[in-house]
C-alpha cells in the first residue's frame, strides 16, 4: 500500500480529489488491488507516465535477518471517460448483485448491497462492494467500467497509429521496471530519465513525486521536438 498511499498524498498536495473505489487484500496478509478515482486539474496529465511496474526494496518488520526483500507493483493509469465517451447500452450489460464480505457493517452483510457489472460483448467485469448502498455501488461500478472501455479502445487507436515508432517514455509496457524505491538506502530511481533523488520519504509523503513527473514530461517535449525534426 506504500505507493497507493503515496499517490494518495500526491493528490491532497495538488488539490485534487482522490476517492478509494475497491482495495482486495491477498492470503499472505497483503494487499492484491487497489483502485482509486482521481479528480482534478490537469491529472491524467501528471500521472500518465506513473503506469508500469515499480519495484519495492526494504527490509520487513518480519525479517529476523535483515535480508532486504523486492516486490513489484503494477500501476496504471486510466482516464476516466466522460459519458459521451464510452456508450453503454442496457442490453450490453449483465448485472448482479450479492450480499458484500466486506467492511461496510451489518447493513452490508445483511443485503444485497455489492454489484458486479459484466459488459458482455467484451467479458470485461467489475465488483464493486465498499459501499453500503447498493446504488452506490453500481455507480461506481458503472464509472469503472466506463474507464476501462475508453482505455482499450484508446490503446487500440494508439496502437495502429504508434506501430511504426515506439514512444521511448510512458509506453505502457508493464513489463518494464519503471521505477525503484530502495528504502535501506533511502533512495528513488526513475530508471527512464536516469534520477535518483535521495530523499525516499519526501517520495513517499507525495512531496516530492514531481521530481520525475517534470523529468518526464521535459523528456517527452523534448522528444517530440526531436520527431518532428527528423520528419522535416
Known amino acids: 500500500m506504500d505507493i497507493f498511499k503515496m499517490y494518495e498524498r500526491f493528490s491532497q498536495n495538488n488539490g485534487w ?3 478509494v473505489v ?10 492484491k488491488e487497489a483502485s482509486a478515482a482521481i479528480s482534478g486539474a490537469d491529472v491524467f496529465g501528471k500521472l500518465k507516465f506513473e503506469s508500469g511496474v515499480h519495484r519495492v526494496q526494504r527490509v520487513p518488520v518480519t525479517e529476523k535477518l535483515g535480508r532486504v526483500h523486492t516486490s513489484a507493483v503494477s500501476v496504471a493509469i486510466l482516464p476516466q471517460a466522460d459519458e459521451v465517451d464510452v456508450q453503454l447500452r442496457n442490453e450490453q450489460l449483465r448485472i ?6 466486506g467492511s461496510g457493517g451489518q447493513h452490508a452483510n445483511t443485503t444485497n448491497s455489492a454489484v458486479r457489472i459484466t459488459h458482455l460483448p467484451t467479458g470485461i467485469t467489475v465488483s464493486i462492494q465498499d459501499e453500503r448502498s447498493q446504488h452506490m455501488n453500481k455507480s461506481k461500478a458503472l464509472k469503472v467500467l466506463c474507464a476501462k472501455l475508453y482505455e482499450m479502445e484508446r490503446s487500440r487507436l494508439h496502437t495502429s497509429r504508434s506501430r511504426l515508432r515506439s514512444e521511448q517514455i510512458g509506453s505502457g509496457d508493464r513489463s518494464e521496471r519503471i521505477r525503484t524505491y530502495n528504502f535501506p538506502q533511502g533512495r528513488v530511481t526513475d530508471h527512464r530519465v536516469g534520477i535518483t533523488h535521495h530523499a525516499i520519504n519526501d517520495v513517499m509523503q507525495g512531496e516530492s513525486l514531481d521530481v520525475f513527473i ?6 517527452q517535449e523534448m522528444d517530440a521536438i526531436a520527431s518532428f525534426g527528423s520528419i522535416e
Do not use: M, P
Not at 448482479?96 to 464480505?101: L, Q, V
Not at 517534470?214 to 523528456?219: C, S, V
Open 22 to 31: 475497491d482495495i482486495t487484500e491477498s492470503d499472505s496478509k497483503g494487499y
Open 214 to 219: 517534470d523529468a518526464l514530461l521535459l523528456q
Open 96 to 101: 448482479d448483485t450479492y450480499r458484500s464480505g
Open 17 to 19: 480529489k482522490f476517492e
